[in-house]
T-cell receptor, first 114, second 112 residues
Framework: DTGVSQDPRHKITKRGQNVTFRCDPI?????LYWYRQTLGQGPEFLTY????????KSRLLSDRFSAERPKGSFSTLEIQRTEQGDSAMYLC????????????FGDGTRLSIL | EDQVTQSPEALRLQEGESSSLNCSYT??????LFWYRQDPGKGPEFLFT???AGEEKEKERLKATLTKKESFLHITAPKPEDSATYLC?????????????FGQGTELSVKP
């Protein structure tokens, strides 16, 4: 069990550029979550997948954000036309199929917008 | 609206000095309360799940308890390696997908 893997670990980009992050969940987990965390705050929910279906999106997820999970395996989170306010740690978590099972987190992708 | 508040925001202890961290929550039907530990530059690491008032869970020097309005994380005789940010999160029965609502965390520093 290699845990949840995220790539890249760090991303520095200029304002207005597009960025894409990848998450590989624990292999037997069918639920996958994306969260965003800023300094000194707890993670905030962005979106959730059950297998390949995106079942919930937070109002925090503007039209510039899109997430996919093709074939119910890895997931990607894309941010288009990045803004200063997008600077944060983007965390991915996965869990097995029941609601009360704990979510296991990756070490995140830290995004810095210049 | 579901909400989680943790206190204190920061806590400094001497090695061996026991203390407690508080997590107060407001949720429309609690499915579960989760404690995580987060080291700098890392993702949250799962510690405990609590489901109903009166429940307790223990792991090494940590003990988590739950009432209808709050949860405590008791740290007994802490060591410097216990230094981290401790996060509390709740799941609501209203939400089918199991998303977590987190507090802002308590940053614990244990000095030798």
């Amino acid at each position: 069990d290699t845990g949840v893997s995220q790539d890249p670990r760090h991303k520095i980009t200029k304002r207005g550029q597009n960025v894409t992050f990848r998450c590989d969940p624990i292999s037997e987990h069918n639920r996958l979550y994306w969260y965003r965390q800023t300094l000194g705050q707890g993670p905030e929910f962005l979106t959730y997948f059950q297998n390949e279906a995106q079942l919930e999106k937070s109002r925090l997820l503007s039209d510039r954000f899109s997430a996919e999970r093709p074939k119910g395996s890895f997931s990607t989170l894309e941010i288009q036309r990045t803004e200063q306010g997008d600077s944060a740690m983007y965390l991915c978590a996965s869990s097995s199929g029941t609601d009360h099972q704990p979510q296991h987190f990756g070490d995140g992708t830290r995004l810095s917008i210049l | 609206e579901d909400q989680v508040t943790q206190s204190p925001e920061a806590l400094r202890l001497q090695e061996g000095e026991s203390s407690s961290l508080n997590c107060s929550y407001t949720v429309s039907g609690l499915r579960g309360l989760f404690w995580y530990r987060q080291d700098p530059g890392k993702g949250p690491e799962f510690l405990f799940t609590l489901y109903s008032a009166g429940e307790e869970k223990e792991k090494e020097r940590l003990k988590a308890t739950l009432t209808k309005k709050e949860s405590f994380l008791h740290i007994t005789a802490p060591k410097p390696e216990d230094s981290a940010t401790y996060l509390c999160a709740v799941q609501s029965v209203r939400n089918q997908g199991g998303k977590l609502i987190f507090g802002q965390g308590t940053e614990l520093s244990v000095k030798p």
